[in-house]
T-cell receptor, first 115, second 113 residues
Framework: DVKVTQSSRYLVKRTGEKVFLECVQDMDHENMFWYRQDPGLGLRLIYFSYDVKMKEKGDIPEGYSVSREKKERFSLILESASTNQTSMYLC??????????????FGPGTRLTVL | GEDVEQSLFLSVREGDSSVINCTYTDSSSTYLYWYKQEPGAGLQLLTYIFSNMDMKQDQRLTVLLNKKDKHLSLRIADTQTGDSAIYFCAERLEKTSYDKVIFGPGTSLSVIP
């Protein structure tokens, strides 16, 4: 059974704290993604990575950074959390482009609240 | 531009058919997807259609694609209470470095017993 796991389901942090969200996939996928999900806005891409140590900005990278030191792990970092980063964060992975359908497999999400 | 639109809410009675509609703007899409998100869970691929197809049927699900109008729909026959979820339409675009996927805002389907 293929899996994408995220380190926490719920997280509460204070403004200014550094926050790490971890994502691990066991499917040997090359591509990994971080999205945030907000009501009425759907999923917005923060960052993605198509290989180890590679990263690309998505549509809303401001205030975030990422790390991909190993193929199976993709971390999202909030250097100094702010209240407008309160959201649901979803990690996903997919095989390298060219595979049939290139379905993205999603983790269960981390609901982050910044006070 | 890159934009995917859906209505935010749909309510149907159990046993009826549900039709969730989606429009997109980028004509370079290769695949179009329907993802389902149940409460407290991540998204799961429900079905997909290649952009050169008009229709795809999979048990209770029927996907219709009108490429000229950039319109995608998902029909769920004999809707059950277990179908209550948020349904996301998404399109995959061919880009240079990777194939970008654009998600719509999601349609929250409520099934009334």
């Amino acid at each position: 059974d293929v899996k994408v796991t995220q380190s926490s389901r719920y997280l509460v942090k204070r403004t200014g704290e550094k926050v790490f969200l971890e994502c691990v996939q066991d499917m040997d996928h090359e591509n990994m993604f971080w999205y945030r999900q907000d009501p009425g806005l759907g999923l917005r891409l923060i960052y993605f990575s198509y290989d180890v140590k590679m990263k690309e900005k998505g549509d809303i990278p401001e205030g975030y950074s990422v790390s991909r030191e190993k193929k199976e792990r993709f971390s999202l970092i909030l250097e100094s959390a702010s209240t407008n980063q309160t959201s649901m964060y979803l990690c996903a992975s997919s095989p390298r482009a060219g595979a049939e359908s290139d379905e993205q497999f999603f983790g269960p999400g981390t609901r982050l609240t910044v006070l | 531009g890159e934009d995917v639109e859906q209505s935010l809410f749909l309510s149907v009675r159990e046993g009826d058919s549900s039709v969730i509609n989606c429009t997109y703007t980028d004509s370079s899409s290769t695949y179009l997807y329907w993802y389902k998100q149940e409460p407290g869970a991540g998204l799961q691929l429900l079905t997909y259609i290649f952009s050169n197809m008009d229709m795809k049927q999979d048990q209770r699900l029927t996907v219709l694609l009108n490429k000229k109008d950039k319109h995608l729909s998902l029909r769920i026959a004999d809707t059950q209470t277990g179908d209550s979820a948020i349904y996301f339409c998404a399109e995959r675009l061919e880009k240079t470095s990777y194939d970008k996927v654009i998600f719509g805002p999601g349609t929250s389907l409520s099934v009334i017993p």
